[in-house]
Nanobody, 116 residues
């Protein structure tokens, strides 16, 4: 079993930046892909960005050029640097981890609120 602990959410004005972190523990040998999803009120949980252990990345179109996902394999940690934040980025952000692009484990979520 994999445990994921997120940190770094908060309140920021539009145009500002935040960095999310997620540390994995437990059965980390089963992790290939780590990523971030987000869920706004009344909406489904959608992929924001993901990265493999080899560094291959995937982003949803709306964050390309603004968000950067990175990973420290030695620390079993994934980061999401979010720049030029917009009010529509407001959501609960969830860390994910799994053997494939489909998440197998989830973090508890961290709130990101962008004010206009």
């Amino acid at each position: 079993q994999v445990q994921l602990v997120e940190s770094g959410g908060g309140l920021v004005q539009a145009g500002g930046s935040l960095r999310l972190s997620c540390a994995a523990s437990g059965s980390i040998f089963s992790i290939n892909v780590m990523g971030w999803y987000r869920q706004a009120p009344g909406k489904q949980r959608d992929l924001v960005a993901a990265i493999t252990s080899g560094g291959t990345t995937k982003y949803t179109d709306s964050v390309k050029g603004r968000f950067t996902i990175a990973r420290d394999n030695a620390k079993n940690t994934v980061y999401l640097q979010m720049n030029s934040l917009k009010p529509e980025d407001t959501a609960v952000y969830y860390c994910s981890a799994g053997l494939s692009w489909l998440p197998g484990s989830w973090g508890q979520g961290t709130q990101v609120t962008v004010s206009s």
